[in-house]
């Protein structure tokens, strides 16, 4: 079992950054490829990012690209995602996750995630 536990969410302005921290207990995450997903209020949950076990290798949704960075420190068991630029429409509740697969392919789907963090609510204002 593996427990998760966003947090860095918040109020900023368009242009904005702001940075998510989400921290394991119970196993080390460096058996699990890790993500973070999104979902705002009627719209299914959204892939935004994820990386290896390594953190050798990083993916990320297009609509995030070149603006968000997925890391992780293994040894402190916590994952980050470092969002600058943001836009109004980067609003949600972002969720963190962790998939066992080693197969990059299954990254995007919330389907292949096992274990999920509660939600940090990011919010951007125009």
């Known amino acids: 079992q593996v427990q ?13 950054s702001l940075r998510l921290s989400c921290a394991a207990s119970g196993r ?9 997903f999104r979902q705002t209020p009627g719209k299914e949950r959204e892939f935004v990012a994820a990386v290896k076990r390594s953190g050798g290798s ?5 609509s995030v690209k070149g603006r968000f960075t997925i890391s992780r420190d293994n040894a402190k068991n916590t994952v980050y995602l470092q969002m600058n630029s943001l836009k109004p429409e980067d609003s949600a509740v972002y ?6 697969y080693y197969d990059s392919a ?11 963090g509660q ?3 990011v919010t951007v204002s125009s």
């Open 4 to 16: 998760l536990v966003e947090s860095g969410g918040g109020l900023v302005q368009a242009g904005g």
């Open 95 to 100: 969720y963190c996750a962790a998939n066992s």
């Open 58 to 62: 990083t993916y990320y949704a297009d």
């Open 28 to 36: 080390t995450i460096s058996s699990y490829a890790m993500g973070w």
């Open 119 to 121: 939600g940090t609510q």
């Open 106 to 116: 299954y990254y995007y789907s919330d389907s292949r995630y096992s274990y999920w």
